[in-house]
């Protein structure tokens, strides 16, 4: 019971810090929160794609801010080293890329030279912590491309800046190739739509990155499908908890904040108040 006492306690000061707005109550854990948010207050993420590709809703479920909030926070003329916070959830600090335009290898450039240098940045609070690049499913026999010209160029020549980074490949619009599937007559639409996101979307993205260690998720807002955002939230946790592991047994900061800004998992947010707690045993 003791131990259960101390968690609960501990899990209160975790919901006090992630508002800020009243201090925390115990003593006995504050200095460690405390002492992990002073060096990564924030989880830094870079959303790449283009517009309409569902980058706001995407914000909005996974950090637990309004709509109005999530799409003021990714604008349509993105200016990817501008550091968006929303007041509903100041535990992230989204950075907006708009995607790559056919022929467009200026923000190509652009997204190079930004991923290059927070990758040089000395704290890490400052460094990129993920990155989204966000991509609508096309359906093939409706003339839809996976990929324009700028996202190919990238993918083959400039890739390579997010070695070391959790990349998280997010196709959108799951919903629209299982209701696809099931005007195919599928018998198992769900099976056939996993299939086609093998051949159609992650094999080709993987051919033309080369070696880079890229993960893949399939999202969709309708209702029913809400479990393929927490399958974002959990590898990207996992990927973040991987790149950023220190050599002791100490939580990272990096991973400790990213818990606290998803708004999906609370359970993920209790085990990382667990191995928090464990600091102070």
């Known amino acids: ?41 924030r989880f830094r993420i870079l959303v790449i794609g283009q517009s309409r590709v569902g980058k706001s809703t995407l914000i909005q479920r996974a950090f637990g801010i309004g709509k109005a909030s999530a799409e003021n926070l990714s604008p349509g003329n993105a200016n ?34 930004f991923v290059a240098d927070r990758k040089n940045r000395e704290h890490v609070k400052d460094q990129l912590h993920a990155v989204w690049l966000c991509f609508r499913i096309p359906i093939k026999s409706h003339g839809d491309r996976l990929l324009e ?54 094999d080709p993205i993987a051919e033309f990155a080369g070696g880079i260690d890229l993960s893949y998720v399939a999202v969709s807002s309708n209702p029913g499908l809400e479990q393929r955002y927490k399958q974002l939230i959990e590898l990207t946790h996992q990927k973040v908890t991987e790149t950023f592991r220190l050599p002791t047994d100490t939580p990272s900061p990096v991973s400790v904040v990213t818990l606290m800004a ?8 209790i085990m990382g108040s667990i191995d928090v707690g464990k600091q102070n045993k």
């Open 149 to 202: 010209e700028g996202a190919e160029t990238f993918l083959k020549k400039d890739s390579s800046v997010l070695q070391n980074i959790p990349t998280m490949v997010v196709f959108t619009k799951y919903d629209k190739l299982l209701t696809y599937m099931a005007m195919e007559r599928e018998v198992n639409p769900e099976a056939a739509a996993e299939q086609y996101l093998r051949k159609h979307c992650i």
């Open 262 to 269: 998803q708004r999906i998992l609370p359970d993920l947010k």
């Open 80 to 113: 990817i080293k501008e550091e968006l916070i929303s007041p509903q959830n100041d535990r992230f600090v989204l950075h907006d890329s708009s995607g790559f335009e056919p022929a467009d290898h200026t923000n190509c450039d652009a997204v190079q030279s």
């Open 1 to 41: 019971m003791g131990r259960r006492r101390i968690l609960m306690q501990h899990l209160q000061d975790v919901a006090a810090a992630q508002d800020n707005s009243t201090p925390p109550t115990t003593d006995s854990l504050r200095p460690t929160t405390e002492a992990l948010l002073s060096q990564c207050p």
